[in-house]
């Protein structure tokens, strides 16, 4: 499967953002998703997941009840919908795919990777 994260840009703090990822090659729904992101001069980190099922979805406690991860399966695409962004949120973000039900939080879980795109927040 390859995926393809977009929708980043430039915001200002306190605005909203919605990034998607495309996938291609394997339906959706037979894989569960993960969203990470990457600042400059910090290692990746977990963002958030959906379960395969789309049962469940989870968030690291720093974009908890900010940040929403969605999918349509029709489209064969994954959101992650950002609000009241923070100069902290400032990250290139990452899609990923799992095989696995419950993806879970370290990377290593997660089969396949698109290429990221930039959300700058400024304060």
């Known amino acids: 499967v390859q995926l393809q994260a977009s929708g980043g840009g430039l915001v200002q703090a306190g605005d909203s953002l919605k990034l998607s990822c495309t996938a291609s090659g394997r339906p959706l729904r037979n894989y569960a998703w993960g969203w990470f992101r990457q600042a400059p001069g910090k290692e990746r980190e977990f963002v958030g997941y959906?379960?395969?099922?789309?049962?469940?979805?989870y968030y690291a406690d720093s974009v908890k009840g900010r940040f929403t991860i969605s999918r349509d399966i029709a489209k064969n695409m994954v959101y992650l919908q950002m609000n009241s962004l923070k100069p902290e949120d400032t990250a290139v973000y990452y899609c990923?795919?799992?095989?696995?039900?419950?993806?879970?939080?370290?990377?290593?879980?997660?089969?396949?990777w698109g290429l990221g795109t930039l959300v700058t927040v400024s304060s």
């Open positions: 959906i379960m395969r099922d789309s049962s469940r979805t």
């Open positions: 990923a795919a799992s095989r696995t039900v419950i993806p879970g939080t370290t990377s290593d879980n997660y089969g396949f």
